[in-house]
């Protein structure tokens, strides 16, 4: 492939004269234009992305970085992004951070450094604020936000008030024993989960009952064998998510524990497996397509207007399934 | 953030001599140097990897082009891909294609275009050939194979083989009315499967009996509800991968058929959740990991050996789960 630098010897003219007509940025000279133009159609030259970022200062990219694939949100949410974006003429370019801070720096660094025009992130690392304070580019924080006084752009769903409508749920179902499967703590999402199970709890003058647990299938087995040993009474589970549930689901009826009839689940998330599995799943609906939508949005507003950031909180929705019933559904 | 320009002109120098300190590419005089590196020091600057990218045509990033996020066998594969370049230190960029050329030329352009140092390419789009042959930078074709006799790199299970298993375990387990729910014909991988199916019902003398369908959820429920009505015997189904073999399942257990006493599923790919759905998916286990790996190394050798591309079939196997049972199971 010819570089810009050929183009620019064989029209006699420096390399800073062929971007500046291929960006169409200064005023050149016209006999210089056409030499440029005539070499640019002989030769079929190609300008290089990386070389006209560097001039225009913009790559049409915006960057996703999520923390892995274990849980089918974070792939859920992908779709409506990449479909936003390539609406708005933007490519979305994917990276995976394991939630490990190092990896999720150098993946924010690899964005900054090919221009691209927004990032969006799912994290829980605190100290990543300051990184993106000192960057020009915008930010959007995704699912989890981050505990802070600053003008970050964070899309989240009301999380605290899903986890009190499935408690509810559970209470308004008979439940009388609802052990919480705890979301790990440093996630946003799991602090005010667990707070609206407590809350709801207090509310009732029921015992809170806890198992730690993380947001993946093996994490959700692990924890429900906890959960039967250390709860034998237990008749009700509020899962950390819906892959959780799905795993409790499978613990419980390897024991041969009837569910509902012995033990109601509830998820969080509604991803697409919890209506395909069979029993489908109880769940709290984040609006996954909204909230994907609004975080590519956000980049494009900014842009436009270079408007500050600012958090936008999605309403949820309990859907009603299989694992859980009411008492006058019988 | 300071510029290479900004750097050139505090220090005194042209960008190139920055350039050329940075990059260490070419001697530059001592003074010079010092005062570069000087600047350097004092601004905090970050030499710009795209600036970077277009002096050492290696960015350390390799590309990697999917479908879409609705086959779960796309979105596990990435986890050993990315692993395995981590470990090769290489970044992972990822963009979907939607099954649409025009996109699917977008993403190469792209990547193409920031210096990738390769990329994995899962496709059946046949005039891509042409684009990936005038590239300088290896392409890895991965599960699937263009039609072609020249020296593309493909990565790829043993389909054929695969859907042989798969129709012989079902004639075992005692089926006679066997369907093939067919993946899209435009798919080396379903036209491979069709032909393992086909080649063992002409040598057990049964008759063909063949659905359309596609490689999603929502497929396989619509091409389920046909199979029923066009061939009320069938007592097997060869479903064109797992998630279509789920759909299948759904669809039975909504009319109160049984899964495996009146009709027998079995899926192909081995994704997670075909062990994790209740009843756990009979299936062909494709060997995802070693291919993902795979794929990655043929790059990393490329680059170190500049060898040429060559193909690789891996081996696969069946797994017995639960929507299938042979005679003395019972």
Same mark, same amino acid.
């Given at each position: 492939?010819?570089?810009?630098?050929?183009?620019?010897?064989?029209?006699?003219?420096?390399?800073?004269?062929?971007?500046?007509?291929?960006?169409?940025?200064?005023?050149?000279?016209?006999?210089?234009?056409?030499?440029?133009?005539?070499?640019?159609?002989?030769?079929?030259?190609?300008?290089?992305?990386?070389?006209?970022?560097?001039?225009?200062? #913009?790559?049409?990219?915006? $960057?996703? +970085? =999520?923390?892995?694939? %274990?849980?089918?949100?974070?792939? !859920? &949410?992908?779709?409506?992004?990449?479909?936003?974006?390539?609406?708005?003429?933007?490519?979305?370019?994917?990276?995976?951070?394991?939630?490990?801070?190092?990896?999720?720096?150098?993946?924010?660094?690899?964005?900054? #450094?090919?221009?691209?025009? $927004?990032? +969006? =992130?799912?994290?829980? %690392?605190?100290?990543?604020?300051? !990184? &993106?304070?000192?960057?020009?580019?915008?930010?959007?924080?995704?699912?989890?936000?981050?505990?802070?006084?600053?003008?970050?752009?964070?899309?989240?769903?009301?999380?605290?008030?899903?986890?009190?409508?499935?408690?509810?749920?559970?209470?308004?179902?008979?439940?009388?024993?609802?052990? %919480?499967?705890?979301?790990?703590? !440093?996630?946003?999402?799991?602090?005010?989960?667990?707070?609206?199970?407590?809350?709801?709890?207090?509310?009732?003058?029921?015992?809170?009952?806890?198992?730690?647990?993380?947001?993946?299938?093996?994490?959700?087995?692990?924890?429900?064998?906890?959960?039967?040993?250390?709860?034998?009474?237990?008749?009700?589970?509020?899962?950390?998510?819906?892959?959780?549930?799905?795993?409790?689901?499978?613990?419980?009826?390897?024991?041969?524990?009837?569910?509902?009839?012995?033990?109601?689940?509830?998820?969080?998330?509604?991803?697409?497996?919890?209506?395909?599995?069979?029993?489908?799943?109880?769940?709290?609906?984040?609006?996954?397509?909204?909230?994907?939508?609004?975080?590519?949005?956000?980049?494009?507003?900014?842009?436009?207007?270079?408007?500050?950031?600012?958090?936008?909180?999605?309403?949820?929705?309990?859907?009603?399934?299989?694992?859980?019933?009411?008492?006058?559904?019988?």
């Amino acid at each position: 492939m010819i570089s810009i630098r050929e183009v620019a010897k064989l029209a006699g003219v420096s390399p800073s004269t062929v971007s500046r007509v291929i960006n169409n940025t200064a005023n050149v000279d016209e006999e210089k234009k056409k030499r440029v133009l005539k070499v640019i159609e002989e030769t079929d030259f190609k300008p290089n992305q990386v070389a006209r970022s560097l001039f225009k200062k #913009s790559s049409s990219i915006i $960057g996703l +970085i =999520l923390p892995n694939t %274990n849980n089918p949100f974070f792939t !859920e &949410i992908i779709k409506y992004i990449e479909d936003e974006a390539y609406k708005q003429n933007y490519k979305i370019l994917i990276s995976y951070s394991d939630n490990n801070p190092k990896k999720e720096k150098e993946n924010l660094d690899m964005l900054i #450094s090919m221009n691209a025009d $927004g990032i +969006i =992130l799912l994290t829980s %690392n605190e100290n990543i604020k300051n !990184e &993106i304070k000192n960057i020009s580019i915008p930010v959007v924080i995704i699912d989890r936000s981050l505990n802070d006084d600053n003008d970050l752009t964070q899309i989240v769903c009301d999380h605290y008030k899903g986890a009190k409508l499935a408690t509810k749920h559970l209470v308004e179902c008979g439940c009388k024993n609802i052990v %919480n499967m705890k979301g790990p703590m !440093e996630f946003s999402s799991a602090r005010l989960r667990y707070k609206g199970y407590v809350d709801i709890c207090q509310e009732m003058n029921l015992d809170i009952k806890t198992i730690d647990c993380d947001y993946d299938y093996e994490s959700g087995i692990k924890s429900t064998k906890e959960l039967l040993e250390k709860y034998p009474e237990v008749d009700g589970i509020v899962a950390s998510n819906d892959i959780v549930a799905i795993a409790a689901y499978k613990v419980l009826d390897n024991k041969g524990i009837d569910v509902p009839e012995e033990i109601m689940i509830i998820g969080f998330d509604n991803i697409s497996f919890a209506s395909v599995f069979t029993p489908e799943i109880t769940t709290i609906e984040q609006p996954m397509e909204k909230m994907g939508r609004k975080a590519v949005n956000s980049i494009v507003d900014f842009k436009k207007n270079n408007s500050t950031g600012e958090s936008h909180i999605f309403d949820v929705k309990l859907i009603q399934r299989q694992t859980t019933f009411l008492k006058e559904d019988i």
